[in-house]
C-alpha cells in the first residue's frame, strides 16, 4: 500500500513538471505574439518606403504585417493566400519570439516563406499527364499532354468512347494511358494507324482455291465458289454436290442429280408441276385455248399433202429481178418456205433445213445448194428477204447478211421481154423431181407483212382475209399442233415413271 501510494505521488509529479515545461515553450504571452504583427526595421536605404514590396526583403529579412504583404503582390487574392502561411512559417521556426532580431536567417525559413508564394513548389500537377505548371494569382494551371485533361492533368482521355476526343479507328480501338491503340478484325491490315483496308486474299494467295473453285473477295473474308449446284469443301479442297433433297426443295417427290435436283408431282393424282418448277398444282379439266386468229397472217401449214398454200403469178418488164421480204415465225425445223420459177428449168427455192436457211437454184447457166445464218425456228419473228442483185443472190436475216451466192447472170429469163413468174408459197408444184436435195415441203409456221417482187401485198391479202383456214394463231408454243381433218392417237401410260 504503501509503494502504491509512492509511484501516484511521483507521477503526479512528472505530470506538473511537463505542464510547467509545455506553459515555459508553446504559449506566448500577448507581447511576445503580438511580435508577428509588427515590424522591425532594418537599416534600409531612405528611399525604401518608395519602391515596390520586395519579398527577401520585407518579409524575410524583416517581419512584415499583412499590409506589408499587400505592398509586395499588389492583389488581394494572392495575399490572402500568403498571409496566413507566412505567419505559420515563423511560428514553426520560432522567429520572433527568442530571436526576433537576430542577422542570420535560418535557410529552412526562407526556403518555407518563398515557396508559399509559388504555386507550382512543390508541382501540383500529375507527372505523367502534364508538360509544365503555370504559377498565377494564389493559383496554378497545369498544361496537359495530349490524351490527358483535369485540373492537375491527372484524368486519362479515353479516345475510344469520349465523344469530344474521338479516336477515329476504324473498327477496333484500346485505350492507353494518354493515348489509344487501333487494330483491325480479321481479314483487314492498318493503313494511318486509324483505318482499316480488306485483305484481298485472292490476289494474295493465287491457289486458295482448287479448280473448279473461282476465289471471290468479300470485305474481310473471301469465298470459294463453286459451279451451281455444288459446295465448296475447305478439307478435302474439292467441289461436293449439294444435295437439294434434303432442303425441302420440292413439295412432293424430289430427285437429286449432279449439281441439281428435280421435283416430280403424281400425275395420277390429278397433279402437275407448277411454274418455278417446285410446287404442284391440280391439272385444270378443261385447258385455257388462246385460239385467236389474224386476218393479216398467212399460216404456212394448211395443206398437209405439202402443196402450197398460196399461188402467185407476175407479168413484169424482163429487166426486173427477183426480190422477196417478208416477217416469218415458226417452231418447225424443215419446210419450204417458198417457190418461185420462170420455167421448169428456171427455178428458186428458199426453205428451212435444220432450223436454218437453205437456198436451191437452177438455170440454164448453173445450179446450187447452200444455207446459213442461225437456226431461226425459236417461235420468234423474224425478217428475211431475199434480192436478186447484177451478179450475186443475198439473204438477209432482221437485216443482216447472211448468204451472198455468186450468180452472173439472171436467175430467170424473160420471153418476148415479158419476165413471167410463178411463187408458190409454203409448198411445191405438183412436179417435186427438179429439186437438187430433196425437202420436206410441208411448213408449219406463219409469215405476215409480205412484198413479193416490189408488189406489196398485192394478191395475198385478198386471198387469206375470205378464208380463215389461212389465218395464222396470233399466240403460238411449242409443240404438236394438227390443223384440219383427222385423228390424232396418244398412248399415255401413267404407270411408268
Not at 489509344?180 to 493503313?191: A, K, L, Q
Not at 463453286?226 to 465448296?232: D, E, T
Not at 412432293?252 to 404442284?280: F, K, M, P, V, W
Not at 404438236?480 to 415413271?497: P, R, T, V
Amino acid at each position: 500500500m504503501w509503494r502504491k501510494k509512492r509511484a501516484l505521488g511521483e507521477s503526479l509529479a512528472c505530470l506538473v513538471f511537463l505542464v510547467t515545461l509545455v506553459d515555459a515553450y508553446r504559449f506566448l504571452s500577448q507581447s511576445t505574439a503580438s511580435q508577428f504583427l509588427s515590424r522591425h526595421k532594418r537599416a534600409n536605404s531612405l528611399f525604401e518606403e518608395s519602391k515596390k514590396g520586395n519579398l527577401e526583403r520585407e518579409c524575410i529579412e524583416e517581419l512584415c504585417n499583412k499590409e506589408e504583404a499587400r505592398e509586395i503582390f499588389e492583389n488581394q487574392p494572392e495575399t490572402e493566400y500568403f498571409y496566413p502561411k507566412y505567419v505559420a512559417c515563423l511560428g514553426s521556426h520560432r522567429v520572433g519570439i527568442k530571436n526576433p532580431n537576430m542577422d542570420a536567417i535560418p535557410s529552412d525559413l526562407r526556403t518555407c516563406v518563398r515557396e508559399i508564394s509559388d504555386q507550382c513548389t512543390p508541382p501540383p500537377c500529375y507527372k505523367e499527364g502534364s508538360t509544365r505548371c503555370v504559377d498565377g494569382q494564389a493559383s496554378f494551371t497545369c498544361e496537359c499532354k495530349s490524351g490527358w485533361k483535369g485540373p492537375r492533368c491527372e484524368d486519362d482521355i479515353d479516345e475510344c468512347s469520349d465523344p469530344e476526343f474521338p479516336a477515329g479507328c476504324n473498327q477496333k480501338c484500346y485505350n492507353l494511358p494518354g493515348s489509344f491503340h487501333c487494330m483491325c478484325e480479321e481479314g483487314y491490315f492498318i493503313t494511318d494507324k486509324v483505318s482499316c483496308v480488306d485483305i484481298d486474299e485472292c490476289l494474295l494467295y493465287h491457289s486458295i482455291c482448287e479448280e473448279p473453285a473461282k476465289c471471290v473477295n468479300t470485305p474481310g473474308i473471301y469465298e470459294c465458289q463453286c459451279p451451281l449446284g455444288f459446295k465448296y469443301n475447305f478439307t478435302s479442297k474439292t467441289c461436293d454436290d449439294i444435295d437439294e433433297c434434303q432442303l425441302n426443295v420440292c413439295e412432293e417427290t424430289c430427285i437429286n442429280t449432279e449439281g441439281s435436283y428435280t421435283c416430280h408431282c403424281d400425275g395420277r393424282q390429278g397433279l402437275r408441276l407448277a411454274e418455278g418448277q417446285r410446287y404442284c398444282e391440280r391439272i385444270p379439266v378443261c385447258v385455257e385455248l388462246y385460239d385467236h386468229r389474224h386476218p393479216e397472217m398467212l399460216y404456212l401449214g394448211e395443206q398437209f399433202a405439202g402443196l402450197s398454200v398460196i399461188y402467185l403469178r407476175y407479168r413484169l418488164p424482163e429487166n426486173t429481178k427477183f426480190t422477196a421480204e417478208f416477217d416469218f415465225r415458226t417452231f418447225d425445223p424443215e419446210g419450204v418456205v417458198l417457190y418461185a420459177e420462170s420455167s421448169q428449168d428456171s427455178w428458186f427455192m428458199l426453205g428451212l433445213r435444220d432450223g436454218r436457211i437453205e437456198v436451191q437454184f437452177k438455170n440454164q447457166h448453173t445450179f446450187k445448194v447452200t444455207s446459213g445464218g442461225k437456226a431461226i425456228n425459236d417461235g420468234q419473228w423474224h425478217v428475211i428477204s431475199v434480192d436478186e442483185l447484177e451478179s450475186s443472190i443475198s439473204v438477209k436475216i432482221s437485216k443482216e447478211a447472211v448468204m451472198s451466192i455468186n450468180s452472173p447472170e439472171s436467175l430467170f429469163t424473160s420471153v418476148n421481154g415479158i419476165l413471167e413468174t410463178k411463187i408458190y408459197i409454203a409448198g411445191l408444184p405438183n412436179r417435186t423431181d427438179n429439186i437438187i436435195k430433196p425437202i420436206n415441203p410441208r411448213l408449219d409456221g406463219c409469215i405476215r407483212g409480205w412484198n413479193l417482187m416490189n408488189q406489196g401485198a398485192s394478191g395475198i391479202k385478198e386471198v387469206i382475209q375470205e378464208k380463215k383456214s389461212k389465218h395464222c394463231f396470233v399466240y403460238v408454243e411449242r409443240g404438236s399442233f394438227f390443223s384440219g381433218a383427222g385423228l390424232a392417237l396418244f398412248n399415255i401410260d401413267y404407270s411408268e415413271k
